[in-house]
Each structure stands twice: as structure tokens, then as C-alpha cells.
């Protein structure tokens, strides 16, 4: 394949209705959402209100918004241009969910804040089921230029048939997916940054092992952790680097031995302007 593309767009529309209550239409445009006839697609990325000051340092947000998982990191990451963060990249939790969240800060500083969301769990679809997912984050900032966020969520999925089960209708299992995340960054503002994230991801009974009955059922557990940093050799060139590990199952069955990925980007950011880069990678 050899041609021009256009991986990314947006089209935003970000409105104060008063001093309480902001909105955001977001439209995205990408390289995936093609029409049946091959044209290039767009879907609503962002649909929301938010109620600012809902209680004193406190905001509710309703509608079609970014979820808890991975804001702060992608923030620090800085070249989402270049690529989504690990979770994001992966599939463990998507950037974007239908629901209502809760988050502020617990201290005047904001060294210490929160977020929590309660949303159906399919991304910026429609809700197919009844189950929801259920997300919390905590963000650190004890020391100055450095932060921390520890994350985790439960998506509630419908219970599956025990292959073991002799009964008609069979006796169901729990198939339900916890996540948890940790990461870490420091930075200097026009110097140099770096920054770590990792994550454990477990759904229940997510693995049926042996040819035939009885069966053990065992919890599926993917693991992954993202290294990144860049410097600043001036205002206008900055290097940057990334290396990411995944492990989509860590079964130590031959299996799933060779099921495991190592990342890395390399590039160059050419600040042609204030907020207009070239980024060869």
C-alpha cells in the first residue's frame, strides 16, 4: 500500500452556557471509520454537559465523555498524534463512554483529586445490555512537577454457561473484567519528561482449559506496561521515545507463549509553530 492518509480529525465545538454549565460536541474523523462504499466516515466523540461547582469543588458531567483510565497519562505523554497510550492502544478500556461522572479535588491545591464514572460500558455506542461499568481514579501530586493516578474499573458482562455443568439449563459463571493501573511522570516544562504506566486486566473465567470434560476455568489476566520521555534540545525541536510491553495472556501454556508484544517509537517533534508541529517517527 503506498498513499496519502489522514489518520485523524476533529471538529469541536465547545460552548459556556453560563457560568456553571459548559458543553462539548467533539466529531471525529478516522482512517477506520469508513463508509460501505470506502468513503471516510465520522462518529460523535464527544456529546456532553457539565455542571461545574455541582458541590463546592466538585463537577457532574453527563453525556458521551472521556473515561477516568488514561487523561492524566496521555496528557504527559504529549504525541497522541503519534500514538494512543498503551491502554487505549490495546483495547483494555476506551477513551470515551456513555454515562455520568463525578470528579474534583479534595484539597484547595488540587494535590489531591478524583473522578468517578458510572456509564453503560460500550464505548461511544448505543447500550445493547444491561450491565455497566464502573470506573475510579485517585491523581497524587505531593511533589512538585511530579504526579501519580491510580486507576481501576469493573465492566459487569452476563454470566457464562459452566462447561462442566450436567444441569438443563445449564449453571452459569461469573465472566465479569477488573482492571487496575498505576502510573507515574515527571516534568520540567520546555526541558524533558518521562513517565511510566502499567496495567493488570483479569475477566473472570476467561480461559477454558483441557480437550474435554471436566474443564478448569481460569480467570483470562492481560499485563502491560509503557516507558516514555522526551527532551527538549530547543523551543523548536524535541525528541522523544517510548517502549511498550504487552502480554494479552499470561498463561504459561505453550499456547500463549508467543502471544506477547514489544513496541517502539523513535521520532523527532519540529515545532514549525506554537501549535503546528512536524513529527517524523
Same mark, same amino acid.
Given at each position: 500500500l503506498n498513499g496519502f492518509n489522514i489518520r485523524r480529525a476533529y471538529l469541536t465545538y465547545d460552548n459556556d452556557i453560563s457560568c456553571c454549565f459548559t458543553s462539548r460536541f467533539r466529531l471525529e474523523m478516522t482512517d477506520k471509520e469508513n463508509l460501505t462504499d470506502g468513503k471516510i466516515g465520522v462518529f460523535v466523540k464527544d456529546a456532553y454537559v457539565k455542571w461545574k461547582g455541582f458541590i463546592t469543588g466538585h463537577d457532574l458531567t453527563i453525556g458521551i465523555q472521556p473515561t477516568p483510565a488514561f487523561e492524566v497519562s496521555e496528557k504527559a505523554w504529549g504525541y497522541r498524534a503519534i500514538e494512543k497510550t498503551i491502554m487505549d492502544l490495546r483495547g483494555i478500556v476506551s477513551s470515551r463512554d456513555f454515562g455520568i461522572a463525578l470528579s474534583g479535588k479534595f484539597d484547595e491545591d488540587g494535590n489531591y483529586s478524583y473522578s468517578l464514572m458510572y456509564a453503560n460500558g460500550s464505548s461511544t455506542g448505543l447500550e445493547k445490555n444491561k450491565f455497566k461499568r464502573y470506573y475510579a481514579q485517585l491523581t497524587l501530586k505531593q511533589i512538585k512537577n511530579f504526579q501519580t493516578t491510580l486507576y481501576t474499573d469493573i465492566n459487569g458482562k452476563a454470566d457464562i454457561n459452566d462447561p462442566n455443568s450436567k444441569l438443563k439449563p445449564a449453571e452459569t459463571i461469573s465472566n465479569n473484567t477488573i482492571t487496575y493501573a498505576l502510573f507515574a511522570g515527571y516534568a520540567e516544562k520546555d526541558k524533558y519528561s518521562i513517565g511510566f504506566e502499567g496495567y493488570s486486566q483479569s475477566t473472570q473465567n476467561g480461559v477454558k482449559k483441557g480437550s474435554t470434560a471436566p474443564y478448569t476455568m481460569e /480467570?483470562? !489476566?492481560? %499485563?502491560? *506496561? !509503557? %516507558? $516514555?520521555?522526551? *527532551? /527538549? $534540545?530547543?523551543? !523548536? &525541536? &524535541?525528541?522523544f521515545g517510548r517502549y511498550d510491553s504487552f502480554d494479552p495472556n499470561t498463561l504459561s501454556e505453550d499456547a500463549y507463549k508467543t502471544d506477547s508484544r514489544n513496541y517502539f517509537i523513535f521520532g523527532v517533534d519540529y515545532k514549525l509553530d506554537k501549535n503546528f508541529s512536524v513529527m517524523p517517527n
Open positions: /480467570n483470562l !489476566t492481560s %499485563i502491560g *506496561y !509503557t %516507558i $516514555f520521555a522526551s *527532551y /527538549n $534540545f530547543s523551543k !523548536t &525541536v &524535541v525528541a
